[in-house]
Every structure is written in structure tokens, then in C-alpha cells.
């Protein structure tokens, strides 16, 4: 009887140990993980498509080739005194740019469907090659600018594709 006792004990050290040493582990394997958050950046290229009757309007794929500071533009508002902004636009704009030419969506005959399918091809184009970079695509965000008065014809879709990859240090 002594003995299973003895038995028993030693089991039940056993346990307790190999439950510690456990532990001891995953703790170990926690905090040996690399806790940097991931760092972005992003690109923009935007979309503007005319509708504008009888193939009058401009339709263009944007993508800027250089970087600004926002802050340089920027002021804080406060309500007390408080100073304009003034940064010369000229310092702001943006000279280098790609400029993809796309086709308007109407013509004199109306609607023209193979200029769709022509933009779609050159902007799926664009995606794939900013893929191939090691841009992922992020966030489309899309709007409509149109009067819609009497007789309104006119007015744009701006559609923004926003492109993310990991920053290399």
C-alpha cells in the first residue's frame, strides 16, 4: 500500500511539474513575439469620368509621382484669433503626375458602352501593375457631382482607389 502511495505522489509531481513547465513556455513563446505594429504606406490614383453629352468632357486616371506634407497646408482653428493659412498653392501643387487619358462615357450618338469597357480595361490595367509593385488595394471610396437642374447633362464620377503596402525601414 506504501508503495502505491509513493506511486501516486510521484505522479501527481510529475504532472505539476510538466503543468509549470508549460507555462513557463507559452509565456516564453508570448513575449518573444515581435510587438511592432505594421507600417503603411499608401497611394492614391484617382478616377474622374465625364458625363458630359456629345464627347465634350475630359476624362482622366490621376496618380501623383510625388509627396506633400499636409501639415505645410494646414492651420488650427480655435475661435480666437485665428491666422489664415498662407501657403503659396503654387508651393502645394503637385507638378509630377501620371496622366492616363480615359474616354468619356457619351458621345453624339449617347452613351457609348465601348468607352466603359475601354476604361475599365485601362484602370484594371493600372490595378494590376500597382499589384505586380507590392501595392495592395485598400479602400475604393466613389462620389457623383452633378447639378441635376432643368435639363442637366453634365457632371463627373470621381472614384479614388487608396493602395497600401507595408513600409520597408
Do not use: C, H
Request: glycine residues 8%; hydrophobic residues 40%.
Amino acid at each position: 500500500m506504501a508503495y502505491i502511495l509513493y506511486r501516486f505522489a510521484e505522479i501527481n509531481l510529475i504532472k505539476t511539474t510538466m503543468k509549470k513547465l508549460i507555462l513557463v513556455v507559452a509565456l516564453v513563446a508570448l513575449f518573444s513575439f515581435d510587438v511592432n505594429a505594421q507600417v503603411y504606406q499608401y497611394q492614391t490614383v484617382t478616377v474622374i469620368e465625364s458625363i458630359i453629352p456629345n464627347g465634350m468632357g475630359r476624362s482622366r486616371m490621376i496618380s501623383a509621382n510625388e509627396t506633400r506634407d499636409y501639415k505645410v497646408a494646414t492651420s488650427t482653428k480655435t475661435g480666437e484669433k485665428d491666422k489664415r493659412n498662407k501657403t503659396d498653392r503654387g508651393e502645394l501643387r503637385v507638378k509630377g503626375y501620371d496622366e492616363t487619358k480615359l474616354l468619356n462615357f457619351f458621345n453624339i450618338g449617347g452613351i457609348r458602352f465601348q468607352n466603359i469597357a475601354t476604361n475599365d480595361a485601362l484602370v484594371t490595367s493600372k490595378i494590376n501593375t500597382m499589384a505586380e509593385e507590392g501595392w495592395e488595394l485598400a479602400f475604393v471610396n466613389s462620389g457623383i457631382e452633378s447639378d441635376a437642374g432643368k435639363d442637366d447633362g453634365k457632371g463627373i464620377y470621381i472614384t479614388r482607389y487608396i493602395f497600401k503596402k507595408s513600409k520597408t525601414e
